[in-house]
């Protein structure tokens, strides 16, 4: 099976714009979840999806949203960019229809906000 | 919400000694404690997980002990090796696929040759 795949791997933007990235699960998983990793706070969850729906969402601003299509791909999108927001952002996709379901990363997508 | 505080941050070990990585959990719901191995530039990826009904869970050199009284749980890894380094985060979450996981800050394993 093909991995979990994020786009663009890299992204310059400047302060005040916005920005959507891209997720494509594992074929077969319906869930999705996106994570924000920088050096200072490490892995943050910002919000889980499954089935179109969100199922809950990690403390961050409104400005974070995400949506989740009919095939389970699914996108993020961050308006009115910070300098704070350069991070990897993550997603990881899981079977999501039980307990304890394994969580399985992208590559990520390099977010530099000037 | 939960809170995972995760020990040391760095630790280096001689090739070939063991390793372990202590992490503790705040919230007693949570049930599923995964492990995940995060190599220079690349993604995490999950090397073990342990869920709240079992005390240990081994596989090969790697082996995971939970102890939920303590709100405690370890990551073992014997007979090191040059590949082994890479930075490990300890996770947490309270079950399903919705509660997201909460990430301890990681420990960056150096071995030492």
């Known amino acids: 099976k093909a991995g979990v795949t994020q786009t663009p791997r890299y992204l310059i933007k400047t302060r005040g714009q916005q920005v959507t990235l891209s997720c494509s699960p594992i074929?077969?998983?319906?869930?999705v979840s996106w994570y924000q990793q920088t050096p200072g706070q490490g892995l943050q969850f910002l919000f889980e999806y499954f089935s179109e729906t969100q199922r809950n969402k990690g403390n961050f601003p409104g400005r974070f949203s995400g949506r989740q299509f009919s095939n389970s791909r699914s996108e993020m999108n961050v308006s009115t960019l910070e300098l704070g927001d350069s991070a990897l952002y993550l997603c990881a996709s899981s079977g999501g229809t039980g307990s304890y379901n394994e969580q399985f990363f992208g590559p990520g997508t390099r977010l530099t906000v000037l | 919400g939960e809170n995972v505080e995760q020990h040391p941050s760095t630790l280096s070990v001689q090739e070939g000694d063991s390793a372990v990585i202590k992490c503790t959990y705040s919230?007693?719901?949570?049930?599923?404690f995964p492990w995940y191995k995060q190599e220079l530039g690349k993604r995490p990826q999950l090397i073990i997980d342990i869920r709240s009904n079992v005390g240990e869970k081994k596989d090969q050199r790697i082996a995971v002990t939970l102890n939920k009284t303590a709100k405690h749980f370890s990551l073992h890894i014997t007979e090191t090796q040059p590949e082994d380094s890479a930075v490990y985060f300890c996770a947490a979450t309270s079950g399903g696929g919705a509660d997201g996981l909460t990430f301890g800050k990681g420990t960056h394993l150096i071995i030492q040759p």
């Open positions: 919230d007693s719901a949570s049930n599923y």
């Open positions: 074929s077969g998983h319906r869930s």
